[in-house]
C-alpha cells in the first residue's frame, strides 16, 4: 500500500480521504442553513402581514432570491477562474461561464414581473440552478459534496418563494 492510499484504497489528496472530501464542510452547513432563514422568515410574514407590510415582504423574499440565485451563479464562475480554464474556447467553456450568468439575468427579471410570476420564475431558477450544480459536481467542476449542500436549502427556498408566490 502506497502512501496515497488508506487501508481501503481510497486516493487521499492532501491528506484527506475520498470519502471526507465528499462530506460538506462544517463551514458550509452552518452559513448555508443561516442562508435559509431569510426565506422562511419572509414567506411566513408574506402570510400573516397584510396591506403595506406585505408588500414589503413580497419584494424582500423576492430580491433576496434574486441575490442569491446571482451568487449561486458566482460560483460557478469562480470555480472555472480557480480552474484556468476560461481561456478556453470551446462549447464546455462556453456553457459553464455562460450558466453562471444566467442566474444573475433571471434574477434581476424576475424583479420586473408581477409578484406571483416573478416568486414562481425564481423557484424555477433555483431548481434549474441545483440541476446545473449537480451536472457540474459529476463532471467534477465543483466539489463532490456540493449537491448535498445545495439539495435542502433549494428546497427550502423553493418552497418558500413557492408558498409567497400563492399566499
Given at each position: 500500500?502506497?502512501?496515497?492510499?488508506?487501508?481501503?484504497?481510497?486516493?487521499?489528496?492532501?491528506?484527506?480521504?475520498?470519502?471526507?472530501?465528499?462530506?460538506?464542510?462544517?463551514?458550509?452547513?452552518?452559513?448555508?442553513?443561516?442562508?435559509?432563514?431569510?426565506?422562511?422568515?419572509?414567506?411566513?410574514?408574506?402570510?400573516?402581514?397584510?396591506?403595506?407590510?406585505?408588500?414589503?415582504?413580497?419584494?424582500?423574499?423576492?430580491?433576496y432570491g434574486a441575490v442569491i440565485l446571482s451568487f449561486l451563479g458566482g460560483i460557478h464562475w469562480g470555480l472555472a477562474v480557480a480552474d484556468?480554464?476560461?481561456?478556453?474556447?470551446?462549447?464546455?467553456?462556453?456553457?459553464?461561464?455562460?450558466?453562471?450568468?444566467?442566474?444573475?439575468?433571471?434574477?434581476?427579471?424576475?424583479?420586473?414581473?408581477?409578484?406571483?410570476?416573478?416568486?414562481?420564475?425564481?423557484?424555477?431558477?433555483?431548481?434549474?440552478?441545483?440541476?446545473?450544480?449537480?451536472?457540474?459536481?459529476?463532471?467534477?467542476?465543483?466539489?463532490?459534496?456540493?449537491?448535498?449542500?445545495?439539495?435542502?436549502?433549494?428546497?427550502?427556498?423553493?418552497?418558500?418563494?413557492?408558498?409567497?408566490?400563492?399566499?
Amino acid at each position: 500500500m502506497t502512501q496515497s492510499e488508506n487501508k481501503e484504497g481510497s486516493t487521499l489528496f492532501g491528506g484527506v480521504t475520498t470519502a471526507v472530501r465528499s462530506q460538506v464542510p462544517p463551514a458550509a452547513k452552518w452559513l448555508g442553513a443561516s442562508g435559509v432563514i431569510p426565506f422562511i422568515t419572509l414567506a411566513i410574514a408574506v402570510l400573516f402581514l397584510e396591506g403595506a407590510d406585505q408588500e414589503a415582504a413580497y419584494f424582500a423574499i423576492a430580491a433576496y432570491g434574486a441575490v442569491i440565485l446571482s451568487f449561486l451563479g458566482g460560483i460557478h464562475w469562480g470555480l472555472a477562474v480557480a480552474d484556468g480554464d476560461q481561456v478556453a474556447v470551446d462549447a464546455a467553456n462556453f456553457i459553464r461561464l455562460g450558466g453562471s450568468v444566467v442566474p444573475s439575468l433571471i434574477g434581476w427579471g424576475a424583479l420586473f414581473l408581477s409578484t406571483s410570476t416573478g416568486l414562481l420564475v425564481l423557484a424555477a431558477a433555483f431548481a434549474g440552478m441545483l440541476l446545473f450544480d449537480w451536472h457540474a459536481s459529476r463532471k467534477a467542476h465543483a466539489p463532490r459534496w456540493y449537491p448535498k449542500l445545495r439539495w435542502p436549502l433549494t428546497t427550502v427556498a423553493v418552497v418558500s418563494l413557492v408558498s409567497a408566490a400563492v399566499a
